[in-house]
T-cell receptor
């Protein structure tokens, strides 16, 4: 049973470009969470999705950031017009049941560098 | 909303000694209490968790204790080893569908 997959593992973008981060949850998991982590800091919740639904996007900036989890395929975190401050590690996690009471399993992360 | 604090922010112990990290939370509806370990450059991984109907849980050198009345739970690592060096996060959940993450404790094991 493959774990949570994320790609790419490393992504370099120039300011103003778009970044697309992909996350495939563990088999059978329908709950996906995206987190951002700056160096030497903790995890910051961004968004929680179930298939075809955004449940909570309270941690995601209103502008330039969007997320989706389609019926088929991976979850996508999209950052438009990236700026240097978007450089961070982005982790996704998945859980079998609602994440407030269930273990979240993390992917290896995508390290985004904005030049 | 839920307020989560971890103490200490950095902990340095001699190899072989014990380490204790405490997590306090504010949401009385929290009923799930996990601890995650994150090694440098790697993903967070669950090391132990406890639910509110249990006061203590142990797994080899690692244990978690819960005090729901005082709203805190602690991670205990005995006989520490170099590979225990990492950042540890508490992330209580259950009040809603989210885990609320602490800021992390950097554990340093001195040889």
């Amino acid at each position: 049973n493959a774990g949570v997959m994320q790609n790419p593992r490393h992504l370099v973008r120039r300011r103003g470009q778009e970044a697309r981060l992909r996350c495939s949850p563990m088999k059978g998991h329908s709950h996906v969470y995206w987190y951002r982590q700056l160096p030497e800091e903790g995890l910051k919740f961004m968004v929680y999705l179930q298939k075809e639904n955004i449940i909570d996007e309270s941690g995601m900036p209103k502008e330039r950031f969007s997320a989706e989890f389609p019926k088929e395929g991976p979850s996508i975190l999209r950052i438009q017009q990236v700026v240097r401050g978007d450089s961070a590690a982005y982790f996704c996690a998945s859980s079998l049941r609602t994440g407030g009471t269930d273990t979240q399993y993390f992917g290896p992360g995508t390290r985004l560098t904005v030049l | 909303g839920e307020n989560v604090e971890q103490h200490p922010s950095t902990l340095s112990v001699q190899e072989g000694d014990s380490a204790v990290i405490k997590c306090t939370y504010s949401d009385s509806a929290s009923n799930y209490f996990p601890w995650y370990k994150q090694e440098l450059g790697k993903r967070p991984q669950l090391i132990i968790d406890i639910r509110s109907n249990v006061g203590e849980k142990k797994d080899q050198r690692i244990a978690v204790t819960l005090n729901k009345t005082a709203k805190h739970f602690s991670l205990h690592i005995t006989e520490t080893q170099p590979e225990d060096s990492a950042v540890y996060f508490c992330a209580p959940g259950g009040g809603n569908y989210q885990l609320i993450w602490g800021a992390g404790t950097k554990l340093i094991i001195k040889p």
